[in-house]
């Protein structure tokens, strides 16, 4: 089933968002950018939540949250350690909300138009799987310009 497919996708890339913020060295790495790269990995980190939280959380789960987009990138000097707690709770909060949508949801027009379009639910959830794929590559690159240090071993699709 389709859901159960993102589901996992959804806890893959979040387990490895967690594992990429955690092979940072310090909370002061996180928040460091250089010369032409605009978000340090700790905003591209609280704008990932913000984003899975209020996209996914709020409108499919009905999950109680109040986004403010503007602190995501805007917010700096949050404790490594806090950082990973949040997104390991995303990271548990997230993936069951996918898991539980029928088919008939997943079809069904999204209950947000995005982009000035309705789109059915599960093209907005590949949307937004593409978005946390993309900002996670982000991460893994500023780490490693940011440290020097190569890949790391990041979790494998579950089953």
């Known amino acids: ?11 893959r890339d979040l387990t490895r968002l967690v ?5 940072f060295p310090d909370t002061d790495t996180l928040w460091q950018t250089r010369a032409g790269i605009t978000n ?9 939540e913000g984003n899975l ?26 404790d ?23 088919a008939e949801q997943l079809e069904a027009a999204y209950p947000q138009i995005y982009g000035g379009m309705t789109l059915p639910t599960q093209q907005m959830l ?3 799987e593409g978005h946390l794929s993309y900002h ?15 890949a790391i071993s990041l979790a494998e699709l579950q089953q």
Do not use: C, K, W
């Open 40 to 48: 340090s990995a700790g905003n591209l980190a609280l704008h990932l």
């Open 53 to 78: 939280r209020e996209f996914i959380g709020r409108l499919l789960g009905q999950h109680d949250y109040h986004r403010d987009r503007p602190r995501e990138f805007n917010d700096s000097g949050i």
């Open 126 to 128: 590949i949307h937004l």
């Open 136 to 150: 996670l590559g982000q991460i893994d690159y500023l780490r490693r310009l940011l440290t020097g240090d190569g």
């Open 1 to 11: 089933m389709l859901a159960a497919e993102l589901a996992a996708l959804y806890t």
């Open 80 to 102: 490594q350690s806090e950082l990973i707690a949040r997104l390991s709770a995303v990271r548990d909060e997230i993936p069951p909300v996918v898991a539980s949508l029928s």
């Open 19 to 23: 594992q990429e913020l955690d092979a």
